[in-house]
């Protein structure tokens, strides 16, 4: 008997101290290539805390932003609107970046400084990023409050331009508040996704003006909750910086360099989309079948999303759809009939649901040599 309960004694701390532990390791954590010349930082740039209209402690972002295996995040807090300020008041805007500051210490995220100017139509909402003090921030007048983001030297971007509690249609509409911020040099980015919306509008908003594309969670509640049961990545906007760190990301946003991702959605200036796609697929195997003109290639995906492509060749598949899927960190095999034994060929295929302007996909190409 004495043995018997010995044994649960062991067993019930076991328990104890396994329940009270956390991993910071997802089942499907987010993974994208390098490009050429440029490390493929992932990043969130636009999620709350208790510390405005969220509902988690900051501590719980970085925690989440782990497990998702990203590069960096940013506790944008609406500067204006602290719906929970009864229950935590706090002055100091800055409260929700050092609580968040002190949980990532030890491990390798970046937290990137930031706040959210919050403002009815035509101003908007927009994300100060990179600041060093969000209290001077907080104006009374719109225009001052990009003046002393813009002299902290702020990457600012327009948040969910089309969204229809400010825009009815679900359309952005590019008021002269935001065209004199972008002549001013105070607005550099816009989100063409965020949260579950893709607004190819935004987007063409950002080719015309030369805004940098955006994409981001806007995470109140918890990532799993609203994202990962339902069996979604978070979206986020890959940056393409000369190294890991917060100088070369702030560098690589006003440059321009990003493209942002939700799920197999992929959007981007096809400058930095077309190589990234072009590192995600490798070519595994080509080899022709014996006594036949029909190629077998084997593609793999080095991505954590599912890719879809059409094929934009004159040759035809055998034994295939022309248009496929090849799921994360999967493969998929491909058979071309080329009619004849080719020494090499280029194998061109259209990546669908991904897009450098709105309804427009970009054709990626490999060069391919048989054995």
Known sequence: MRTSVVTLCILLTSL??????????????????????????????HIHTVFSDGYVWPNI??????????????????LEYQPHSTDIPHLDRNRSYNIAIKEAKEHDLIIVHGSEITRSAPMGHNNAVFITDANPILKEKAEDAFKEANKQDAFVFWNHPAWHNQSPQGNPILSEFQKKRIENGELHGIEVINAV??????LALALEYNLTIMGTSDIHGLIDWDYTEKGNHRPITLVFAKEKSLSSMQEALFAGRTVAVYNGLMVGKEEFLVPLLKASIKVKEAIYHEDTEIVQIVLENTTSNSLLFENAMDFSFYSSSPIFEIPAFGTFTLQVKTLQRLPRLTLSLKAIGTFVAPRTSPIISWEIIPE
């Open 16 to 45: 104890i101290i396994s329940a009270q532990e956390h991993t910071h390791q997802n089942l499907r954590p987010l993974s994208f290539p390098d490009i050429p010349g440029y490390k493929s930082l992932k990043t969130d740039l």
């Open 61 to 78: 972002r970085v925690m989440e932003a782990l497990r998702d295996n990203l590069d960096a995040i940013s506790l944008t807090e609406h």
């Open 197 to 202: 919306d893709y607004a190819q509008e935004s």
